[in-house]
C-alpha cells in the first residue's frame, strides 16, 4: 500500500497546474474588471488596471499587387473601404456604470521596421472602390497610433456597464516609403474613478414601457394584460401625455427623456414604440428620428443625406451617465456626421427598443394577435426547425463568388441544429417567387435573405458575374424581385418566422403615397418591404430586422485569410452575429439579440473611426415586440 503522503503530494501538484491555468486563461480571455484593480497613487479614489500585449513577428505574405500582414496574437483584421488592412487586438473592459476613465498611457518596445515592395491590400464595399488616396499618399503611418480607444456606456447581457475598448495595432503602415513599423511588446495603464453609486442598479419595477398614439390604447390592452400574465410587468402611456411634458425640445426628444425617467425611476429595460406614418398620408402618429451620417463617396451607390434610426431612443447615456442628445452642437441636426462636423453620439443601447410602425388600428389588432399565438403556439413545433435561407451571387467581383451562398451556408453551419431550405440563384436553378411562398407556408424559427433592395422589393442576381435577377415570376426570369405585393399570398399561419434582411432599404418605413409625391417618386407599396412581411393578416414574419437605409456587404477575400470579407464585416458581420448569440449564448428573445449584436458590434469596430460603422449600428431596425421570445414559451 502507498504511504499517504506519496498519494497527496501528486496530487496537490495536479491541483496547483490546473490553477495556473485557469489563471491563465482568465488572464487572456477575459480583461473584465476584477478584484487584482490597484488603488493609484494619485489617490485613494483612483485605481488603475495595467494590462500587457506581447506579439510575435508579423508575417508578411507579398502578392504580384499588394501585400497582407498577419501576427499571430492581434484577433482582428481591420477592413474598412479603401482603407490599409492591418491586424489589431481588440480588448473590452467593463466598468460599473458611470465609471470615468481619466488617462490612458501607453508604453511600447523599440519599432522594428520592415521594407515591403507592394503597397498593404484596401478593403472593398463596391466594385467602384479604389485605395484612399489620401492614406496611401500622404506622409504619415497608418493608424498614427499604436493604441487608440473609445468608450461607451450600455447593455451587456442585461447589466448597465461602463465599456472602454483598446485597439492595439502591432503593425503601422508607412505608405510613402513603403514599409511596415512593428511593436512586439506594449503595456496600457489605465486610470479610472468609479462613481460613488451607480444609479440605474436595483431598480426594477417593471420591465415593458409600450408608447403608442391614444386611439391604439383599446386595442393594445389585450397585448399589456398577456405581457403581465407571462411575467413581463408592462405600462402603457401615450404620445399625447408625453408630448404636454416639459423636458425635452421636440417630441422625439420628449419621448427620450421619458424613456429615461421610466428607466431611472422603474429600471425599464424594454421598449415597443406603436405608431409611424397615419396611412398614406404625411402625418406621424409616433415621429421617427433621422440621422444624418454621410458616407464618403464611393463607398454606397447612393450619398444617402438622412435615415430613420430608432436606437437615438435606445442611446439615452454617455459612458459616464450623461444624457445621449445626439445633437451635442445644438444645430437640431441630429446625428451629424460628414467628416467636418460631428455629434458625439454614444451609439450603445441602453434599453431595448422594438417599433410596430401600425398605421391604423386594424394593423394593431393584426400585431397583437400574432404576438400572442406566436408565444403561445411555437413552442416544441416541428416546423420552428426549419430555417429558410435565401440569396444568390451579390457581386460581379474578379472571382465570381457567390457571396449570398456563402453566407447562407454559415448561417446554416452556425444553426446546426436546423433543417436548412436553400432556395439559392444559382446557373443551375432559376429561383422563383413561388418557391419562396412554398418555402414560408411550410413554416420556420427563421428567414434569412441577403441580396439587394429597395423600400418594396428585395432580389439577388445570378453567378458567375451578377447578372439579371432572382427571384422572377417565371422561368423565363420574367418580372423580378420579391415585392410587397408577393407577401400578400402567404399563408403560412401562426408558422412564423423570425426574419433577416440584407438589402438596401428594405426597412425604411417612412414610405406612403402622399411622402412619395412630396418626394417626387411613386411608390404603389402600402408599407416598407420589412413592415409589410411582418403585418400580414395569414402569415408572414412574427419580427423582421432590417436596414433603414442602405445597407452594404463587403467583397472579396482582401485580407487573404480564407473568410470573405462578405462575411467578416457590415451588414454580413451583423446577420451573423444574431444568429451566433441566439445559438452559442442561449440568447432567445429578439430585443436582446439584436442589442448584443450592436454591442459586439461597437466592440469590434466603432473605433476605427469609420462612419459606415456608425451608420450600420442606426439604421439595423427591428419591427417587433423586443420582448419577444424566440420559439414562444
Same mark, same amino acid.
Given at each position: 500500500?502507498?504511504?499517504? %503522503?506519496?498519494? #497527496? /503530494? !501528486?496530487?496537490?501538484?495536479?491541483?496547483?497546474?490546473?490553477? *495556473?491555468?485557469?489563471? @491563465?486563461?482568465? +488572464?487572456?480571455?477575459?480583461?473584465?474588471?476584477?478584484?487584482?484593480?490597484?488603488?493609484?497613487?494619485?489617490?485613494p479614489?483612483?485605481?488603475?488596471?495595467?494590462?500587457?500585449?506581447?506579439?510575435?513577428?508579423?508575417?508578411?505574405?507579398?502578392?504580384?499587387?499588394?501585400?497582407?500582414?498577419?501576427?499571430?496574437?492581434?484577433?482582428?483584421?481591420?477592413?474598412?473601404? %479603401?482603407?490599409? #488592412? /492591418? !491586424?489589431?487586438?481588440i480588448?473590452?473592459?467593463?466598468?460599473? *456604470?458611470?465609471?470615468? @476613465?481619466?488617462? +490612458?498611457?501607453?508604453?511600447?518596445?523599440?519599432?522594428?521596421?520592415?521594407?515591403?515592395?507592394?503597397?498593404?491590400?484596401?478593403?472593398?464595399?463596391?466594385?467602384?472602390?479604389?485605395?484612399?488616396?489620401?492614406?496611401?499618399?500622404?506622409?504619415?503611418?497608418?493608424?498614427?497610433?499604436?493604441?487608440?480607444?473609445?468608450?461607451?456606456?450600455?447593455?451587456?447581457?442585461?447589466?448597465?456597464?461602463?465599456?472602454?475598448?483598446?485597439?492595439v495595432?502591432?503593425?503601422?503602415?508607412?505608405?510613402?516609403?513603403n514599409?511596415?513599423?512593428?511593436?512586439?511588446?506594449?503595456?496600457?495603464?489605465?486610470?479610472?474613478?468609479?462613481?460613488?453609486?451607480?444609479?440605474?442598479?436595483?431598480?426594477?419595477?417593471?420591465?415593458?414601457?409600450?408608447?403608442?398614439?391614444?386611439?391604439?390604447?383599446?386595442?393594445?390592452?389585450?397585448?399589456?394584460?398577456?405581457?403581465?400574465?407571462?411575467?413581463?410587468?408592462?405600462?402603457?402611456?401615450?404620445?399625447?401625455?408625453?408630448?404636454?411634458?416639459?423636458?425635452?425640445g421636440?417630441?422625439?426628444?420628449?419621448?427620450?427623456?421619458?424613456?429615461?425617467?421610466?428607466?431611472?425611476?422603474?429600471?425599464?429595460?424594454?421598449?415597443?414604440?406603436?405608431?409611424?406614418?397615419?396611412?398614406?398620408?404625411?402625418?406621424?402618429?409616433?415621429?421617427?428620428?433621422?440621422?444624418?451620417?454621410?458616407?464618403?463617396?464611393?463607398?454606397?451607390e447612393?450619398?444617402?443625406?438622412?435615415?430613420?434610426?430608432?436606437?437615438?431612443?435606445?442611446?439615452?447615456?454617455d459612458?459616464?451617465?450623461?444624457?445621449?442628445?445626439?445633437?451635442t452642437?445644438?444645430?437640431?441636426?441630429?446625428?451629424e456626421?460628414?467628416?467636418?462636423?460631428?455629434?458625439?453620439?454614444?451609439?450603445?443601447?441602453?434599453?431595448?427598443?422594438?417599433?410596430?410602425?401600425?398605421?391604423?388600428?386594424?394593423?394593431?389588432?393584426?400585431?397583437?394577435?400574432?404576438?400572442?399565438?406566436?408565444?403561445?403556439?411555437?413552442k416544441?413545433?416541428?416546423?420552428?426547425?426549419?430555417?429558410?435561407?435565401?440569396?444568390?451571387?451579390?457581386?460581379?467581383?474578379?472571382?465570381?463568388?457567390?457571396?449570398?451562398?456563402?453566407i447562407?451556408?454559415?448561417?446554416?453551419?452556425?444553426?446546426?441544429?436546423?433543417?436548412?431550405?436553400?432556395?439559392?440563384?444559382?446557373?443551375?436553378?432559376?429561383?422563383?417567387?413561388?418557391?419562396?411562398?412554398?418555402?414560408?407556408?411550410?413554416?420556420?424559427?427563421?428567414?434569412?435573405?441577403?441580396?439587394?433592395?429597395?423600400?418594396s422589393?428585395?432580389?439577388?442576381?445570378?453567378?458567375?458575374?451578377?447578372?439579371?435577377?432572382?427571384?422572377?415570376?417565371?422561368?423565363?426570369?420574367?418580372?423580378?424581385?420579391?415585392?410587397?405585393?408577393?407577401?400578400?399570398?402567404?399563408?403560412?399561419?401562426?408558422?412564423?418566422?423570425?426574419?433577416?434582411?440584407?438589402?438596401?432599404?428594405?426597412?425604411?418605413?417612412?414610405?406612403?403615397?402622399?411622402?412619395?409625391?412630396?418626394?417626387?417618386?411613386?411608390?404603389?407599396?402600402?408599407?416598407?418591404?420589412?413592415?409589410h412581411?411582418?403585418?400580414?393578416?395569414?402569415?408572414?414574419?412574427?419580427?423582421?430586422?432590417?436596414?433603414?437605409?442602405?445597407?452594404?456587404?463587403?467583397?472579396?477575400?482582401?485580407?487573404?485569410?480564407?473568410?470573405?470579407?462578405?462575411?467578416?464585416?457590415?451588414?454580413?458581420?451583423?446577420?451573423?452575429?444574431?444568429?451566433?448569440?441566439?445559438?452559442?449564448?442561449?440568447?432567445?428573445?429578439?430585443?436582446?439579440?439584436?442589442?448584443?449584436?450592436?454591442?459586439?458590434?461597437?466592440?469590434?469596430?466603432?473605433?476605427?473611426?469609420?462612419?459606415?460603422?456608425?451608420?450600420?449600428?442606426?439604421?439595423?431596425?427591428?419591427?417587433?415586440?423586443?420582448?419577444?421570445?424566440?420559439?414562444?414559451?
Open positions: 500500500m502507498k504511504s499517504s %503522503q506519496s498519494t #497527496i /503530494l !501528486p496530487t496537490l501538484l495536479v491541483i496547483i497546474i490546473v490553477l *495556473f491555468v485557469i489563471g @491563465i486563461f482568465f +488572464i487572456i480571455s477575459s480583461p473584465q474588471v476584477n478584484e487584482k484593480d490597484h488603488i493609484d497613487e494619485f489617490g479614489d483612483i485605481k488603475h488596471i495595467e494590462k500587457q500585449f506581447s506579439f510575435s513577428t508579423p508575417e508578411i505574405v507579398e502578392g504580384d499587387e499588394v501585400t497582407n500582414v498577419y501576427v499571430q496574437e492581434a484577433d482582428f483584421n481591420s477592413i474598412h473601404d %479603401q482603407w490599409p #488592412i /492591418l !491586424p489589431v487586438n480588448t473590452t473592459f467593463e466598468f460599473t *456604470f458611470g465609471t470615468k @476613465i481619466l488617462d +490612458i498611457e501607453t508604453t511600447c518596445s523599440e519599432i522594428e521596421i520592415n521594407s515591403i515592395s507592394q503597397p498593404i491590400a484596401y478593403g472593398s464595399c463596391s466594385t467602384a472602390t479604389e485605395e484612399s488616396k489620401e492614406i496611401y499618399t500622404k506622409d504619415e503611418l497608418y493608424p498614427s497610433e499604436v493604441v487608440s480607444y473609445h468608450t461607451g456606456g450600455g447593455l451587456s447581457k442585461g447589466e448597465h456597464k461602463t465599456f472602454l475598448t483598446l485597439r495595432s502591432p503593425t503601422l503602415y508607412d505608405p510613402v516609403n514599409s511596415i513599423h512593428f511593436v512586439d511588446n506594449v503595456t496600457v495603464t489605465i486610470r479610472y474613478k468609479e462613481p460613488e453609486f451607480s444609479f440605474l442598479e436595483g431598480i426594477n419595477e417593471y420591465d415593458l414601457l409600450i408608447i403608442s398614439p391614444e386611439s391604439f390604447v383599446s386595442s393594445l390592452q389585450r397585448l399589456v394584460d398577456y405581457k403581465n400574465y407571462q411575467g413581463i410587468e408592462t405600462r402603457m402611456y401615450t404620445v399625447e401625455e408625453i408630448e404636454k411634458k416639459r423636458e425635452g421636440d417630441l422625439q426628444e420628449k419621448i427620450k427623456y421619458f424613456i429615461k425617467s421610466q428607466l431611472e425611476n422603474f429600471g425599464i429595460e424594454n421598449v415597443l414604440l406603436v405608431g409611424g406614418i397615419e396611412g398614406q398620408s404625411t402625418r406621424w402618429s409616433l415621429p421617427v428620428r433621422y440621422s444624418h451620417v454621410l458616407i464618403r463617396e464611393g463607398t454606397q447612393l450619398i444617402e443625406p438622412s435615415f430613420i434610426s430608432d436606437l437615438y431612443f435606445a442611446d439615452i447615456y459612458s459616464e451617465g450623461n444624457f445621449s442628445s445626439w445633437d452642437n445644438n444645430n437640431d441636426v441630429f446625428g456626421y460628414d467628416g467636418s462636423v460631428v455629434d458625439e453620439m454614444d451609439l450603445y443601447p441602453d434599453v431595448l427598443v422594438g417599433r410596430l410602425p401600425c398605421r391604423n388600428i386594424r394593423e394593431v389588432n393584426i400585431i397583437v394577435d400574432k404576438i400572442i399565438a406566436y408565444e403561445s403556439n411555437t416544441n413545433s416541428d416546423w420552428f426547425d426549419n430555417l429558410i435561407l435565401i440569396s444568390g451571387d451579390h457581386w460581379d467581383d474578379d472571382n465570381q463568388i457567390s457571396e449570398g451562398v456563402l447562407m451556408e454559415e448561417a446554416a453551419r452556425i444553426l446546426d441544429d436546423f433543417t436548412p431550405v436553400e432556395l439559392f440563384a444559382t446557373e443551375e436553378n432559376t429561383l422563383l417567387s413561388r418557391d419562396i411562398r412554398k418555402a414560408m407556408n411550410q413554416g420556420a424559427g427563421f428567414a434569412y435573405f441577403c441580396g439587394h433592395g429597395t423600400s422589393v428585395w432580389g439577388i442576381h445570378y453567378p458567375p458575374d451578377a447578372a439579371g435577377w432572382a427571384p422572377s415570376l417565371t422561368r423565363l426570369k420574367l418580372l423580378p424581385f420579391y415585392k410587397t405585393r408577393n407577401m400578400n399570398f402567404l399563408r403560412n399561419g401562426d408558422k412564423l418566422p423570425v426574419t433577416l434582411v440584407g438589402g438596401c432599404n428594405n426597412g425604411q418605413f417612412d414610405v406612403s403615397f402622399f411622402n412619395s409625391l412630396q418626394q417626387g417618386k411613386i411608390r404603389l407599396s402600402p408599407h416598407c418591404w420589412a413592415w412581411l411582418t403585418i400580414q393578416k395569414r402569415g408572414g414574419s412574427i419580427a423582421t430586422i432590417a436596414n433603414t437605409g442602405l445597407g452594404t456587404h463587403a467583397m472579396d477575400d482582401n485580407d487573404n485569410n480564407g473568410v470573405n470579407d462578405y462575411l467578416e464585416v457590415l451588414d454580413g458581420w451583423l446577420e451573423l452575429k444574431f444568429f451566433e448569440l441566439y445559438q452559442y449564448d442561449d440568447i432567445d428573445v429578439v430585443g436582446q439579440t439584436q442589442q448584443e449584436a450592436i454591442t459586439q458590434y461597437l466592440h469590434s469596430f466603432l473605433g476605427a473611426g469609420d462612419e459606415m460603422d456608425v451608420k450600420m449600428v442606426q439604421q439595423w431596425q427591428l419591427f417587433g415586440d423586443p420582448t419577444l421570445k424566440i420559439g414562444g414559451y
